[in-house]
T-cell receptor, first 115, second 112 residues
Framework: GDSVTQMEGPVTLSEEAFLTINCTYTATGYPSLFWYVQYPGEGLQLLLKATKADDKGSNKGFEATYRKETTSFHLEKGSVQVSDSAVYFCALSYNYGGSQGNLIFGKGTKLSVKP | ETGVTQSPTHLIKTRGQQVTLRCSSQSGHNTVSWYQQALGQGPQFIFQYYREEENGRGNFPPRFSGLQFPNYSSELNVNALELDDSALYLC???????????FGQGTRLTVV
């Protein structure tokens, strides 16, 4: 079945450091890929998405490129801030007749950014 | 602000009891999905409702059931609670033709 694998956390960085969180997927078809972020005590917020191969999603300085050849969707940010401290989830879903199906999530990667 | 609201925010139940969790979808959204997020894990899909009917289900037993109402609000019911049901339950709403789901802040259920 379909699945998502993320790098184990926690990841601890100093402010202004470069961030990479690895995500690979196994899919039977051609899913859309997502990164969600969860701040302490809150639900999930969509960070960025890509719907087809070679698409790049970007938001708030974060980027991820849909790589079909390596089945990857790694999250990157050039300079992290303390406010980026959160848990990041990679996910996939299929589009059925124009609507998004259920999301399949990775286990999440906790990021802590120190001043 | 996503506009998806869940109630209650926290709940403690005893093993064997039944629980009902509620979700109010974002305005204009007619599809609602429920997810279970165990501590330290990613959310797991429970089921989805569209036009008041179940429209897909994950690997959860029948004691997990749901309802969607004409105003697109939704309930998740869990019977015969087990200790392993302790988790954060997330509701997400979307609309037909949309490619993004909007999540509520979740209900933290503790079964003792």
């Amino acid at each position: 079945g379909d699945s998502v694998t993320q790098m184990e956390g926690p990841v601890t960085l100093s402010e202004e450091a470069f961030l990479t969180i690895n995500c690979t997927y196994t899919a039977t078809g051609y899913p859309s890929l997502f990164w969600y972020v969860q701040y302490p005590g809150e639900g999930l917020q969509l960070l960025l998405k890509a719907t087809k191969a070679d698409d790049k999603g970007s938001n708030k300085g974060f980027e991820a490129t849909y790589r079909k050849e390596t089945t990857s969707f790694h999250l990157e940010k050039g300079s992290v801030q303390v406010s980026d401290s959160a848990v990041y989830f990679c996910a996939l879903s299929y589009n059925y007749g124009g609507s998004q199906g259920n999301l399949i999530f990775g286990k999440g990667t906790k990021l802590s950014v120190k001043p | 602000e996503t506009g998806v609201t869940q109630s209650p925010t926290h709940l403690i139940k005893t093993r064997g009891q039944q629980v009902t969790l509620r979700c109010s979808s974002q305005s204009g959204h007619n599809t609602v999905s429920w997810y279970q997020q165990a501590l330290g894990q990613g959310p797991q899909f429970i089921f989805q409702y569209y036009r008041e009917e179940e429209n897909g289900r994950g690997n959860f037993p029948p004691r997990f059931s749901g309802l969607q109402f004409p105003n697109y609000s939704s309930e998740l019911n869990v019977n015969a609670l087990e200790l392993d049901d302790s988790a954060l339950y997330l509701c997400a709403s979307s609309f037909v033709g949309g490619t993004e789901a909007f999540f509520g802040q979740g209900t933290r259920l503790t079964v003792v």
